[in-house]
């Protein structure tokens, strides 16, 4: 079915048909609409879930961590402060290998308070062992849900879908909302190896040691440490993984494409423009304008974030003179994460120093700052044109200072 | 109301394994080994870090037999909403969710999420077990700890402010069972959990645990600190149905029988009071002797046979 709604309501009518089993959340500007709108799917009867609409974030996390380990499939899904709220139990679904799955609908953090758009927020929650995975649009966004439903659990390590608020969770676009047999087929009921069951009594994380330590039948049991490279195996796997989960929803749904970034006119490019979300479309025009003015130029559109797909992005680089990061949040003190992450990435891949790339990064953006074309353009043709030269630093767009 | 249970009518089927990591005298050995029978088989614990934690054991080993989800310090009743939640979805509902936290659990950190799921009334029994003070830290005061107690951070003075009344606030939810006990009178607190986990709803059972090493007594004389805090009509045993307060037990013999042992005694027994001076007692016995004239008042006029 071909409907227009919100980018909200697209992840909404992805969760459902996900069948997710238990959901928990917090009211937090921009994500309300998608969580209303699941609370209305539950109340009518439409969706055969429970609802908790609990006192907050820490606790809407805490359902989903306690549903989860008792064998039910769960979703949450928050912004900005919500986010940071959680962080703790963010940490501890990941370390407890739980296959949640939570919509991240990006906002800027406080203080001072803002309500709009940039990526601070689950930028800031990238060391946690969570799988990131940023999506560009409406059909990127209900697709990806049912997609992360299926990562999560094949390697069970919990998923953050991330979207831009107001920018695509307010927006209204065109999507194909699949149907829900084609969804059952694709996406078979969570069952997990092992959950909470007094048949079977376990007790789930325990304090542990920093050595390894042998069980009541003497068999060794890990240590912290050992749990620990585990879920880093497992997050490098995942890699892999979600491209297998690709290539399955493209065979069930018949879309679908390269599942780690997404490339515009990278073929022949001389300068590389990277970023994440809906940014990434809308450097498309600007592409498309310095191709007209004769500069060879192309954007790479990262969806996957974490585990960082270092190798692959630093081949789809290969052959760039220039690679320019266009970013929503920023390491304070020193650059934006994702620029460091890309340089570290061509680093070790990208052979030879004088084969290299120059690397520039752009701050823009923050706290829903508007983001004009014009200021792209001229900012992505300066670097084209000086860039080499230039004085390789921080520079920040459509600042007024 | 259903007969009370004796020794002897007391399950001998035990869901603590002997030999936990829990201080010698602990009062919270003798009480979740009496709750878990009372519980029975059929049951899945929340735990928040708290000193049950460190009875219950070490990776890969555990000192109890029923399953345990180990949670965030904030999150113990959250956590067992979503395990509510989740059995529901998996249509388990026999299965009984139960959360234990200790007191900074329950009245300081846990409490805005304790209060959320009372308020939903989520179906799952929490229990608090308050040893008045984070014990498994060192010793730090807590909203429960009383006043003048000397902790490792009220190291001179002793804590300047009174004990958080955790059960009233949560009778204040109207929940459908909030109950008080105290390690010391195990068969009150086998009854009680019986009963509450035959409620619907959230229910809220507070069971009070001398601490040898944390309130400075000698580990044997843990039962006898619990009973002294009981009979000093310190802490009143009683449970809370539909909004009506009702003294059980030891308290109800207290009411009945009008007399009160002098509350020095509790406080002379313990290290943590050794600062207290005569005028600071007996301005506590004041409290207490105000608190339970009504109590005489209401057991005067309804002299039972």
Not at chain 1, 254 to 272: L, M, Q, S, V
Not at chain 1, 348 to 371: A, C, D, M, Q, W
Not at chain 2, 31 to 48: D, E, F, Q, S, W
Request: aromatic residues 8%.
């Amino acid at each position: 079915m071909h409907i227009i709604e919100s980018g909200n309501v697209a992840a909404a009518q992805g969760v459902k048909l996900s069948r997710a089993q238990v959901i928990a959340a917090y009211p937090i500007t921009p994500q309300t609409p998608l969580t209303e709108k699941l609370s209305e799917f539950i109340e009518s009867g439409e969706m055969d879930a429970q609802y908790v609409p609990v006192e907050s974030e820490h606790s809407a996390l805490a359902v989903c961590i306690a549903a989860s380990s008792t064998g039910a499939r769960a979703f949450t899904a928050t912004s900005a402060n919500g986010l940071l709220y959680m962080h703790e139990q963010i940490h501890w679904a990941a370390g407890a290998r739980l296959p949640l799955v939570m919509c991240v609908v990006n906002r800027g953090v406080g203080a001072p308070w803002t309500i709009w758009n940039d990526h601070q927020d689950s930028i800031s929650q990238r060391d946690t062992g969570w799988i990131q995975i940023y999506v560009n649009d409406h059909q990127q966004i209900i697709d990806g849900v049912i997609k992360a439903f299926m990562l999560a659990e094949e390697v069970m390590i919990p998923v953050m879908l991330c979207y831009d608020g107001y920018l695509l969770s307010h927006t209204y676009m065109p999507f194909e909302v699949p149907g829900q047999e084609q969804v059952d087929a694709f996406l078979p009921p969570y069952k997990p190896a092992y959950a909470l069951d007094p048949a079977h009594p376990a007790n789930l994380n325990t304090v542990t040691l920093p050595e390894v330590r042998v069980d009541a039948k003497g068999r060794t049991a890990h240590g912290y440490m050992e749990i620990r490279y585990l879920l880093q195996e497992d997050m490098q796997g995942a890699i892999k993984v979600m491209s297998r989960v690709e290539e399955r929803f493209k065979e069930h749904f018949g879309r679908g494409g390269n599942p780690h970034y997404e490339t515009y006119r990278c073929e022949d490019a001389r300068f590389i423009a990277v970023s994440m979300g809906s940014l990434s479309y809308h450097l498309r025009e600007v592409i498309d304008s310095l191709r007209d003015d004769g500069i060879k130029a192309g954007i790479m559109s990262i969806h996957l974030y974490r585990p960082f797909p270092a190798q692959v992005i630093a081949q789809g680089l290969e052959g760039a003179e220039g690679v320019v990061v266009f970013e929503k949040a920023l390491s304070y003190g020193y650059e934006g994460a994702l620029c460091s992450d890309v340089k570290a990435a061509l680093y070790t891949f990208n052979g030879s120093r004088k084969k290299r790339p120059f690397v520039h990064n752009y701050i823009l953006g923050l706290g829903g700052r508007e983001i004009k074309t014009t200021d792209l353009y001229e900012a992505f043709k300066d670097t084209c044109l000086n860039g080499g030269k230039a004085d390789v630093g921080l520079k920040w767009i459509g600042l007024k200072i | 109301m259903h007969m009370k249970t004796t020794i002897l009518s007391l399950p001998e089927e035990e869901f603590v394994h002997p030999g936990t990591r829990a201080c010698s005298g602990c009062g919270l050995g003798i009480a979740y080994r009496i709750a878990l029978k009372a519980l029975g088989k059929n049951t899945i614990l929340v735990v928040p870090p708290s000193c049950l934690t460190v009875l219950q054991g070490l990776y890969p080993v555990a000192a109890t037999m029923l399953p345990c989800l180990n949670v965030t310090f904030a999150s113990t009743a959250a956590a067992s909403t979503g395990m509510v939640a989740a059995l529901k979805a998996l249509n388990k509902p026999d299965i009984k969710v139960v959360a234990w936290a200790g007191d900074g659990g329950t009245a300081d950190i846990g409490l805005q999420a304790l209060s959320g799921a009372a308020e939903r009334g989520d179906n799952f029994l929490f229990i608090c077990y308050d040893n008045e003070g984070y014990m498994n830290t060192g010793v730090q005061r807590s909203g429960t700890t009383p006043q003048w107690a000397i902790t490792a951070n009220t190291p001179i003075k002793g804590k300047m402010q009174q004990k958080k009344d955790v059960p009233a606030i949560m009778a204040a939810h109207h929940l459908s069972y909030v109950a008080t006990c105290s390690a010391s009178y195990p068969l009150d607190l086998y009854d009680k959990v019986k009963k509450a986990v035959t409620l619907s709803g959230l229910k809220y059972i507070h069971i009070q645990i001398p601490c040898p090493p944390g309130w400075g007594f000698e580990a044997r004389y843990a039962v006898k600190l619990g009973k002294l805090a009981v009979e000093t009509g310190l802490f009143e045993l009683y449970e809370v149905e539909q909004d009506v307060q009702r003294l059980t037990g030891a308290s109800g013999k207290i009411a009945d029988k009008r007399s009160l042992v002098p509350v020095a005694e509790f406080f002379k027994a313990q290290s943590r009071f050794r600062l207290m001076n005569s005028s600071q007692i007996e301005k506590i016995q004041e409290q207490i002797n105000k608190k339970w004239a009504g109590a005489f008042e209401i057991a005067g006029d309804t002299d039972e046979p």
